[in-house]
């Protein structure tokens, strides 16, 4: 396994500056935005698409430096009935129609959330049981009708666009927020799509990134370097739902943190020992969301941390 990083940790920066800087760190790979609703400061998708001259720049950056993409991200909710989400979507074809350009094989994305019904505007994360209210179960086929029948339709321009794998994120608040919910798209729509391993998202709703690791072999196809600490006390009254944001950590039930933060390196080294059993050899990239200490201190700590505990 390689370790990169995912640039919009560095969005103050420019894109040379960011390069230099991941550069100092001893890290070769970079995982950018562009596309949906991440930062997009290193990657101006619609400039590059149209300028061939700054599109060859761009690449000659990395070129001279001897650095390359890891995959472009292109996280947001597509399925979302409204005009954002409808921007959102072209933002993610349009991502893959510079990866194309770029010769870049993979994007990571998110599997995205629609409303309740055809009449309701509003994205709609059902969690608990459909048993009750009776109207819950119509609402979850329905939307997974619409995000197989989007999906279906976004892989098949992927493909013939040279992308070889979708890493769908499996994040709260998304159709794909688990292992199975992950396999039931995976089988509905086309083996192109696989799962961008974030072990964090996992540890918040209570499951075991490890054990989820066994259970996705074979359609792993990108790995986040995150982790999340549940906060002693606070979660063991109210529980691990948690609606404030991530901003107010003092009083959150579990934030994101640097990584050895939350999990000790024991475990860390375990996570990436089996999913090297589970044949993932890819790309380990780094998203420091650690709002409990600096941007420096989160990243080298991270880092400190990964490069201790992956297995190369």
């Known amino acids: 396994m390689q370790l990169a990083i995912c640039t919009d940790v560095f969005q103050d920066l420019s894109y040379t500056d ?18 949906g609703w991440g930062a997009q400061k290193h ?46 979507e072209n933002s993610m074809y349009a991502c893959v129609d510079l990866a194309k350009k ?26 608990s049981t459909v048993s009750w209210p009776d109207f819950m179960e119509p609402s979850y086929q329905y939307q997974w ?26 994040f709260p608040g998304t159709m794909v927020w688990s292992a199975e919910t992950m396999l039931k798209l995976r089988e509905a729509t086309d083996p192109i799509i696989g799962i961008n391993l974030d072990p964090s998202h996992m540890m918040v709703l209570g499951a075991d990134p490890i054990a989820a690791a066994r259970a996705l072999k074979g359609c792993i196809f990108h790995v986040h370097g995150k982790d999340a600490r549940i906060e002693r006390g606070l979660a063991d009254t109210n529980g691990l739902l948690e609606p404030r944001p991530v901003t107010e950590s003092a009083d959150r039930v579990w934030n994101y943190v640097a990584v050895g933060c939350g999990k000790d390196l024991q475990w860390w080294k375990e996570f990436f020992s089996v999913l090297s059993m589970m044949g993932y050899h890819g790309d380990v990239s780094l998203e420091m969301e650690d709002l409990t200490m600096s941007v420096e201190a989160g990243v080298h700590t991270s880092i400190d941390a990964l490069r201790q505990t992956i297995s190369q």
């Open 18 to 35: 960011m390069l230099d800087k991941v550069k100092s760190l001893g890290i070769d790979a970079v995982e950018m935005t562009a596309g």
């Open 43 to 88: 990657c101006h998708t619609q400039e590059l698409l149209k300028d061939s001259k700054k599109l060859q720049a761009f690449q000659d950056e990395l070129t001279k430096r001897g650095m390359r993409i890891s995959a472009l991200n292109t996280s947001c909710n597509p399925l979302w009935p409204s005009a954002t989400g409808k921007a959102y």
């Open 102 to 127: 770029l010769g870049v094989k993979k994007i990571v994305a998110m599997a995205g959330l629609p409303a309740g019904s055809p009449k309701d505007e509003t994205p709609n994360w059902i969690v």
């Open 145 to 170: 009708e619409v995000t197989i029948a989007f999906w279906k339709k976004f892989a098949a321009y992927a493909k013939a666009h040279h992308i070889e794998q979708i890493a769908i994120e499996e």
